[in-house]
């Protein structure tokens, strides 16, 4: 027992790494690749932890108390989750009804531990996230996945037990499971596709906790000696020390982004296999690391660290849905939201997981006589009682009103229709314009009939001259952006006839680099460069020394910065872009963050994507900074 006790403080420490690296994700997810690192963690945990349990009892009793083990889980993890689901409702019902449509579906898929497939199903895209709908609850699909584990892991330990019988064939079944759902999440992954299915997938992400079984079934914590020779307690050390430096590095090298290839062809499962390691290193008695990893900070963070998982992303959402200008004040902003996450997940300690975790009839009967008593001054219970009763009304009233709210459908608004039939002209027009850029044709429409005749003079009350709006009618363009690009392309073309653009939702640099190549190896990379991207995430300096390479210090770039006030990467973005334009010559920043920062009717409601009359000020802009500096 004395053993078993020293391991729980060390995993306590373990799962403080875990939430910590989860809340740096969500704070800044380009830096920071351990939020959603941190659910191995968690899972490679649970599979050891359970199993070891479960074969534990078999070898010394020879059997298994399912009862108390289904009813231990419900104590730990329904009294919070409940309390999540229904103070979030209340909220969501007082505050922000825009998120009520499909909260009824949210809250039973939570409870029946399902709510990661509902999730595969009924994902948010690119619009929903944009126009401020994100949901509170997306976090929530690994505690389903979690649930499932809980209640069909136990059953499958139990056949093992009474089939296989033997801990060898045993553990190369659990072996096998592993690594199929390891090879699953491989083959299943397609560049471009997405990738809700095998993200959210019990069957793709099992490989986490059959990590933490197979530990289990070799790595016994009843079994392990604290009585190891100096060298090899040494040896232990070194490869625990190993294990966290890789676990560290992991979690903020960007080949771990979960948008890219390798996270889902083998990143993932070295992680977790790198986790399990350093798992078995902290569970061994012999070990130093269970002792390092045990101080107050992180044992108050481990202990609380299923309130801070459940709670981060609601105070996130809720809060920043408040504040319009998290980029103007990062740091501050982030660290309010941090305290209010500690103390929340401290209150729902203290009052919810600690009280429910050893709760019986006699002790509800004491608390509700306590509460109910109007003679007597139990002030905390009365309080607590009261605080429940409201909270579990309004949040019922939400739940019940859900079924009869229409969401609006971002993805079919006037934005998102605008750029998805840009889309469509882009891919038609451009056909011809990359044959002109390719046998380098400058069909210039300047001839003398267009120098006496105005064009596109209704542009004109936008800030561009009729000057450069004929130059235009001739200026060479590349253009490769996001979704801010491409709610305006159809005026830019307008503007510019031979721009060749390709722009689309949910592009980032590190992903569009090999369109640039692309482009360039087909001759269709013309002397002047536009690019538009940023709105998505920050990126890392190589990356954009990456770009610039391919380009080329013979062509002109010029970079759109970033107006995307409500994400805290937006400064980060357009510093990155100051500090190249110095590094490159040929590099010409386009600032509409600072033409366009005091204009926010320009803007849709997400404060990022121009409406129609600002997508005529972004690309008159663009087109004469690019007219006035740009190769002919």
């Known amino acids: 027992m004395k053993r078993k006790n020293r391991f729980i403080t060390g995993y306590a420490g373990l799962r403080a790494l875990a939430v910590i690296g989860v809340i740096l994700y969500h704070l800044n997810p380009n830096r920071f690749m351990g939020g959603y690192l941190g659910v ?206 890789g676990i560290l590095l992991m979690s903020t090298s960007p080949i771990f982004n979960p948008q890219k290839a390798f996270a889902y062809r083998g990143g993932m499962f070295l992680f977790s296999l790198v986790t399990m390691i350093f798992v078995g290193v902290i569970a061994h008695p012999g070990s130093s690391w269970n002792k390092w990893l045990t101080n107050p900070v992180f044992s108050w963070i481990g202990s609380r660290s299923y309130g801070i998982y459940l709670y981060q992303f609601p105070v996130m959402i809720f809060f920043e849905d408040k504040v319009k200008d998290i980029a103007d004040h990062v740091i501050l902003y982030h660290l309010i939201e941090i305290i209010l996450i500690l103390v929340i997940a401290e209150l729902s300690y203290r009052f919810i997981e600690k009280p429910f975790g050893r709760i019986d009839w006699e002790k509800l009967r004491q608390f509700l006589s306590k509460a109910l008593n109007l003679q007597a001054n139990h002030y905390q219970s009365k309080a607590l009682f009261a605080t429940g009763i409201v909270v579990f009304i309004l949040g019922s009233f939400g739940i019940l009103k859900a079924p009869t709210v229409k969401a609006e459908n971002p993805n079919h608004s006037e934005l998102a229709t605008q750029i998805k039939s840009n889309r469509n002209k882009q891919l038609k027009k451009n056909k011809k314009l990359i044959k002109e850029a390719q046998s380098k044709k400058k069909k210039s429409t300047t001839s003398k009939a267009a120098t006496t005749k105005p064009v596109n003079k209704d542009f004109e009350k936008y800030g561009i001259s009729q000057v450069d709006l004929q130059l235009a009618q001739k200026i060479q363009v590349t253009a490769i952006g996001d979704s801010v690009m491409a709610g305006s392309s159809q005026n830019l073309q307008k503007l510019m006839p031979h721009l060749i653009v390709d722009a689309a939702v949910s592009r980032q640099l590190g992903d569009t680099i090999p369109l640039f190549e692309e482009y360039k190896k087909k001759g269709a990379l013309n002397n002047n460069v536009l690019i538009g991207l940023g709105t998505n995430g920050a990126f890392a300096p190589k990356e954009l020394d990456r770009l610039m390479q391919i380009i080329g210090p013979k062509r002109q770039v010029f970079w759109i910065n970033t107006h995307v006030p409500t994400r805290d990467w937006q400064d980060q973005v357009n510093g990155e872009l100051d500090a190249a334009a110095k590094k490159y010559p040929n590099l010409t920043i386009i600032k509409w963050h600072e033409f366009a920062g005091s204009h926010q009717d320009w803007f849709y409601d997400d404060h990022t994507h121009p409406t129609t009359e600002g997508s005529k000020f972004y690309s008159a802009y663009v087109t004469k900074t690019l007219v006035t500096k740009g190769k002919y």
């Open 40 to 245: 191995p963690i968690f899972l490679v945990l649970s599979g050891y932890l359970v199993t070891d349990h479960m074969f534990h009892a078999y070898e010394e009793r020879g059997k298994y108390d399912f009862k108390s083990f289904y009813v231990r889980r419900i104590k730990k993890l329904y009294p919070q989750m409940i309390a999540l689901l229904w103070g979030c409702s209340a909220y969501i019902l007082l505050f922000q009804q825009n998120l009520l449509a499909k909260l009824n579906q949210i809250v039973v898929a939570n409870l029946l531990n399902v709510y990661n497939f509902w999730q595969i199903k009924n994902g948010q895209s690119y619009f929903e996230r944009f126009a401020s709908n994100e949901s509170p609850f997306v976090h929530l699909w690994t505690m389903s996945i979690e649930g499932q584990f809980y209640i069909i892991w136990p059953l499958v330990v139990f056949l093992l037990v009474k089939l296989a019988k033997k801990k060898k064939i045993i553990f190369w079944i659990i072996t096998a499971l592993t690594v199929f759902s390891a090879l699953e999440m491989a083959f299943l992954f397609k560049p471009g596709v997405d990738t809700s299915r095998i993200y959210y997938g019990t069957d793709t992400r099992f490989f986490s906790l059959g990590l933490g079984a197979m530990l289990a079934v070799f790595w016994p914590t009843w079994k392990l000696s604290a009585n190891l020779e100096k060298g090899d307690r040494r040896l232990l050390n070194v490869i625990g020390a190993i294990a966290l430096v």
